[in-house]
């Protein structure tokens, strides 16, 4: 069964320095994606970020990047340049190609110091 | 113009009722999907349809019902409320991607709170 675990329930950044959020995964699937996802204290689910199971590069999207070590399943979100609006809870999910459903983390909270 | 909506944002009822959520999509998704967020923000998946066929159904009471009149639309009727049924429920869609693994956008939540 798959699985995904981020073992950092909360976290902390001073504004415009660099932060990096864990994820570990798992799963007997070759081929899966890997997403993450920012929820502000307004609720909503954004994407941010997708790492295809075959990507030889890592993904990057403006100030995120994601730390893709497929060897040790991981696959570390880092945000660059913290902004205060960074402050949210953020999901690390997989999906194989068979159905698509998403499995997510336990989240990480980001919080983000002037 | 929201990708994906959902009706109503809030919703508090009494044990016992019967009340229904409903999502559009307008970005042309074939595939659309049912999570419920619970009070410690875990998110797991209910349902998931594709072209108005169920395919995914993840063990969830079958006081929940969904419905999916057409590819752009996917209701969730839930019976006879009980306290548990408090979450957040997200409704989400998606477009295929590469390999076939599909990136997956969500509504705004519905709060759902039964007294």
């Known amino acids: 069964a798959q699985k995904i675990t981020q073992t950092q329930p909360g976290m902390f950044v001073q504004e415009k320095e660099a932060v990096t959020l864990d994820c570990t995964y798992d799963t007997s699937d070759p081929s899966y994606g890997l997403f993450w996802y920012k929820q502000p204290s307004s609720g909503e689910m954004i994407f941010l970020i997708y790492?295809?199971?075959?990507?030889?590069q890592n993904a990057t999207e403006g100030r995120y990047s994601l730390n893709f070590q497929k060897a040790r399943k991981s696959a570390n979100l880092v945000i660059s340049a913290s902004q205060l609006g960074d402050s949210a809870m953020y999901f690390c999910?997989?999906?194989?190609?068979?159905?698509?459903?998403?499995?997510f983390g336990q989240g990480t909270e980001l919080s983000v110091k002037p | 113009d929201t990708a994906v909506s959902q009706t109503p944002k809030y919703l508090v009822t009494q044990m016992g009722n019967d009340k229904s959520i409903k999502c559009e999509q307008n970005?042309?998704?074939?595939?659309m999907y049912w999570y419920k967020q619970d009070s410690k923000k875990f998110l797991k998946i209910m349902f998931s349809y594709n072209n108005k066929e169920l395919i995914i159904n993840e063990t969830v009471p079958n006081r929940f019902s969904p419905k999916s009149p057409d590819k752009a639309h996917l209701n969730l009727h839930i019976n006879s409320l009980e306290l548990g049924d408090s979450a957040v429920y997200f409704c989400?869609?998606?477009?295929?991607?590469?390999?076939?693994?599909?990136?997956?956008?969500f509504g705004p939540g519905t709060r759902l709170l039964v007294l």
């Open positions: 999910a997989m999906t194989d190609n068979q159905g698509g459903k998403l499995i």
């Open positions: 989400a869609s998606s477009r295929p991607g590469l390999a076939g693994v599909e990136t997956q956008y």
């Open positions: 970005l042309g998704h074939d595939t």
């Open positions: 790492q295809g199971s075959y990507d030889q």
